[in-house]
């Protein structure tokens, strides 16, 4: 359990980056320095690293519930969904079909307005005012010509957990393959390949405190997806060049803490925290208000918006204070454009510009949360007063 003590900054963007865990850094350490062999080399330090490459693959397929020849190990979250959604939409004859939600990232959605242009068809799914999918609405979306259906487990702007049982048995039903991003879920919500009939899976081993520039696609066995890295023939033929070993060993390693000390408790820990920051913060600040779910949201996640006080201010002057927080997705601010999440769930333009994102982690404490409860209402009231006058 992390002393109460607070830290010099506090860090509330673990979504956007987790800290990398001390102990997955010490595993990884030997295998960046000397004396390690690329896993397909025929000599024997090939095969020891290849032994190094399968525990890693077993870890991860743990985590997920799955069996470990479906692990298909990419550069991060966005490969694997860009795997996920150019690898399985193509390969029926015919004309393709995605139906994807409103709500999904950019690494999904951009992959199929890809596909758009070759000809493929993308039916979006509408949201209700929290975020969530309606499995009967997806029911009513499939055809035959459906050729994937990919919906998120969480969605990381707003928070709100996806009924990925029901989805799944729609999609099932229809024989049509199903993919989870579940980039924010895995190790904190039940989630499990099999139990929710989940043909692919996408994971980031940042999200788990692993290294960055690590991920990995789960497949179901059986299910045929077209490479879209070709070389080599690594990872199966599906994803080939030289394997990032010390990076997959730490997503491994990363992947193992998650599934023994991701436990209710630690679960509990950071629900209460997440939960005393949003009671606090609805009460001292006006005019403020959550987006997505109250429950059946992410346990480390709180997302709200404040009118009359625009977001890249707000996030400047807590850094300035020493709070490092963000507005949505990291990867969805670099097109500065307005949140398509917001715009998804009914979100109007002026409370829109206000939307704040912390998310708590392995190393959150008490103490962060009053940081943030002492500095950030003042805050809040004072660009509001600055900008009072172009509004009168």
């Given at each position: 359990m992390p002393a109460e003590t607070p830290a010099e900054r506090v860090y509330l963007d673990y979504a956007g980056f987790a800290p990398v865990d001390p102990r997955v850094l010490a595993v990884m350490r030997p295998f960046l320095e000397a004396g390690i062999g690329n896993p397909s080399a025929r000599?024997?330090?090939?095969?020891?690293?290849?032994?190094?490459l399968d525990a890693a693959r077993m870890k991860v397929a743990r985590l997920c519930g799955g069996a470990a020849g479906g692990i298909i190990f990419t550069s991060g979250a966005t490969e694997a969904n860009n795997l996920a959604v150019k690898g399985v939409a193509p390969r029926r004859s015919g004309h393709t079909r995605i139906v994807v939600s409103a709500v999904e990232h950019i690494s999904v959605i951009n992959p199929c307005r890809d596909?758009?242009?070759?000809?493929?068809?993308?039916?979006?799914?509408p949201v209700d005012a929290e975020g969530r999918v309606d499995p009967g609405m997806l029911r009513a979306a499939l055809t035959?010509?459906?050729?994937?259906?990919?919906?998120?487990?969480?969605?990381?702007?707003?928070?709100?957990?996806?009924p990925l049982k029901e989805l799944g048995r729609v999609a099932r039903a229809a024989g049509v393959p199903f993919h989870v991003d579940a980039v924010g879920a895995l190790g904190r919500v039940p989630l499990n390949v099999e139990g929710l009939g989940i043909d692919l899976l996408t994971i980031s081993g940042n999200d788990l405190y692993g290294p960055p520039g690590s991920g990995a696609l789960w497949v179901r066995p059986?299910?045929?997806?077209h490479p879209q890295v070709l070389g080599g023939g690594q990872e199966g033929g599906y994803r080939s060049g030289t394997e990032n070993l010390p990076g997959m060993v730490g997503f491994g390693v990363a992947a193992e803490l998650m599934r023994v000390e991701g436990t209710h408790q630690e679960t509990a820990r950071l629900a209460g925290l997440r939960d005393r920051l949003?009671?606090?913060?609805?009460?001292?600040?006006?005019?403020?208000?959550?987006?997505?779910?109250?429950?059946?949201?992410?346990?480390?996640h709180l997302s709200l918006v404040v009118r009359g006080a625009k977001a890249d201010g707000v996030l400047l002057d807590l850094d300035l204070a020493g709070i490092a927080a963000s507005s949505g997705s990291a990867c969805a601010s670099l097109t500065q454009t307005t949140s398509h999440v917001l715009r998804?769930?009914?979100?109007?333009?002026?409370?829109?510009e206000g939307s704040l994102c912390f998310t708590l982690g392995r190393w959150s404490i008490a103490a962060d949360v009053d940081a943030v409860l002492d500095r950030l209402p003042p805050i809040v009231a004072r660009l509001r007063a600055l900008s009072a006058p172009l509004h009168t």
């Open positions: 000599h024997s330090l090939g095969a020891e690293a290849r032994e190094s596909l758009e242009k070759a000809g493929a068809t993308v039916c979006m799914l035959p010509d459906t050729t994937l259906v990919s919906i998120a487990a969480a969605n990381p702007e707003i928070g709100t957990v996806q059986g299910l045929r997806i949003a009671d606090g913060l609805l009460e001292a600040i006006p005019e403020c208000r959550l987006t997505g779910a109250r429950s059946g949201r992410l346990p480390h998804a769930i009914g979100c109007p333009p002026e409370e829109a």
